[in-house]
């Protein structure tokens, strides 16, 4: 933790908090600045509501029915005076719309007490309707019952001033009533007015402040999660490139330091396998350095056994063969029979020099692989056991064979070799058959040498692919113990592999691998 506080260099805060603490806190001073914005801004739009339900479902109707029970009191006052003057029942067909024009007014604003804006102008109400009641039974009514019994000029004894001064009498109320009202209307569009506005100006702050949080939020996910993560994207940017020396330092959340700490633990493994590394090939090279020291010993050791060493060799072999001539008849048979042996070792000395020579060439003296058609290989070893065929007699079957990458000369040596002990190991009284055969198993050929001779125990059949193993006597069957182990080394050169079938039924069957080339599926392709 103390690490941490010290590379962050913002507090110890920053060190307690991972990234996903630092999203659910902008989350939630998010969500709640947009709950206090929506709180303020639905009493914003309450307090519209309310100004203008007071404007236009209160006050509206209500100096409606004022200016209404107004025009229905001035029609009955007109009907009347019409009556008076006339005397025609039509006339007062206004006076009785006018009737129910003011009953409705009047019912209307009865309503109005409960609402505090228009209390004063409902204080008016009874009053009007007091004197609407003094003016209708003390003027209209008698005014209208004596014209219909005495004619118009009945009219004169109820009083016209007498009626005027009721009238007037009503309409002070009424228009008291009415400016009240107006008043009141006045006030209710102003307080309208101010909550709309009011609404407006709050509508901005909320923007304003979810701008500012988002924009709050933003900048310090970004100094708090963002920089931090790509100060650790630089560091891993660097030791990718190769400033495996540059340590990873990390700062901000819990998690990208603990992440930072991870990869500089990586970086740290990275080094110590580097510098393991680079020791391996310092050893590697001084092992190869060796190991060309070692093949030029051994490119000097076959210059000298392929000369120095047969040399002498010869020279035993010849002056032994001129003692043989020269002397022929003089010496008992014993002393034939020691001038024979000493012939007949050098030669198998040169010819296990040989072998040794042909046998150290494999993998080392490489050629250039080329594509090798192992049906004309095959042919070439045959040819070179021509003689041992004849004088066996055996029965050799070939092929057909495919192509694969390889070395002619190398692939000659295994055939031969493989078909050479098949006709040197075979029973007596019976004829040699060998069969040499090939078939595709996935990305390889799978070749197969059966004989019918005289047979490998299982228990052999890994021995007999060891250098200088033989199974019997030199004097029973001639040879170096070189052939299979050449075999195995020069199929496995070319990326196959040898083994005994110990499950091939009577005599040897000999199988290995080649790689096939590829799009290769039948011996016939080229």
């Known amino acids: 933790m103390a690490r941490e506080e010290r590379s962050s260099g913002r507090g110890p805060l920053i060190g307690r908090l991972s990234v996903s603490r630092w999203f659910a806190l902008a989350a939630g001073l998010l969500g709640l600045l947009t709950a206090i914005s929506a709180v303020i801004g639905a009493l914003a739009i309450s307090h519209l509501a309310h100004e203008r339900t007071l404007v236009v479902d209160q006050i509206g109707p209500a100096r409606t029915a004022s200016i209404q029970l107004t025009a229905g009191l001035l029609n009955e006052e007109t009907a009347v005076r019409g009556f008076a003057l006339t005397g025609h029942e039509a006339s007062l067909a206004p ?48 005014t209208i019952a004596a014209v219909r019994r005495d004619g118009p000029r009945a009219s004169g004894r109820i009083g ?27 006030e209710g569009r102003r307080g309208l007015n101010d909550a709309s506005n009011q ?106 056994a392929s000369h120095d060493l047969q040399e002498p060799l010869r020279k035993v072999a010849s002056f032994c063969q001129l003692i043989e001539k020269r002397y022929s008849g003089q010496l008992d048979e014993r002393g034939e029979q020691y001038i024979e042996f000493a012939v007949d070792g050098a030669k198998r000395m040169q010819q296990l020099i040989n072998d040794l020579l042909a046998f150290s060439r494999v993998g080392r003296v490489a050629a250039e692989h080329t594509v090798v058609d192992l049906d004309d290989v ?54 040699p058959r060998v069969s ?64 005994l079938d110990t499950d091939g039924g009577p005599g040897t069957t000999f199988r290995f691998t080649l790689p096939a080339l590829p799009a290769s599926n039948s011996p016939q392709e080229s």
Not at 169 to 185: G, K, S, Y
Not at 254 to 274: C, T
Not at 404 to 429: P, R, T
Not at 457 to 473: C, K, S, T
């Open 160 to 186: 016209v001033d007498a009626g005027k001064a009721l009238f007037d009498e009503v309409r002070i109320p009424l228009d008291r009533q009415v400016a009240l009202l107006n008043t009141a209307r006045a």
């Open 95 to 142: 006076y009785t719309l006018g009737q129910q024009q003011a009953k409705s007014a009047l019912a209307t604003l009865a309503t109005l007490s409960h609402i505090p804006e228009t209390t004063e102008a409902a204080r008016e109400t009874p009053l009007i309707r007091a004197r609407v009641a003094a003016w209708q039974t003390q003027y209209a009514e008698p």
């Open 199 to 304: 609404l407006t100006v709050v509508f901005i702050v909320i923007i304003a402040l979810l701008a500012l949080g988002i924009g709050g939020v933003v900048v310090a996910l970004y100094r708090t999660v963002s920089l931090p993560l790509r100060r650790v994207a630089v560091h891993v940017r660097r030791t990718a490139g190769g400033k495996f020396d540059e340590p990873i330092d990390g700062d901000g959340p819990l998690d990208i330091i603990a992440l930072a700490a991870d990869v500089e633990a990586m970086r740290q493994r990275i080094v110590r396998e580097l510098q393991q590394l680079q020791e391996t090939h310092a050893q590697l090279d001084e092992q190869t350095r060796e190991l060309q020291r070692s093949n030029a010993e051994l490119e000097q050791f076959a210059y000298v």
């Open 436 to 499: 040499l055969t090939a078939e595709r198993d996935g990305d390889c050929w799978q070749f197969a040498c059966t004989d019918n001779g005289i047979g490998i125990d299982a228990g052999y059949a890994e021995r007999i692919f060891m250098i200088f193993q033989r199974l019997h006597a030199k004097d029973v069957y001639a040879g170096t113990g070189i052939g299979l182990a050449m075999c195995r080394k020069i199929v496995e050169y070319h990326g196959g592999r040898i083994w």
């Open 378 to 431: 095959a042919r070439q070893a045959l040819a070179s056991l021509a003689v041992a065929i004849e004088e066996t007699g055996a029965e050799v079957v070939v092929g057909p064979l495919p192509k694969v990458l390889g070395e002619a000369s190398l692939l000659a040596g295994v055939f031969q070799n493989l078909i050479g002990n098949a006709l040197k190991f075979h029973a007596e009284d019976v004829t």
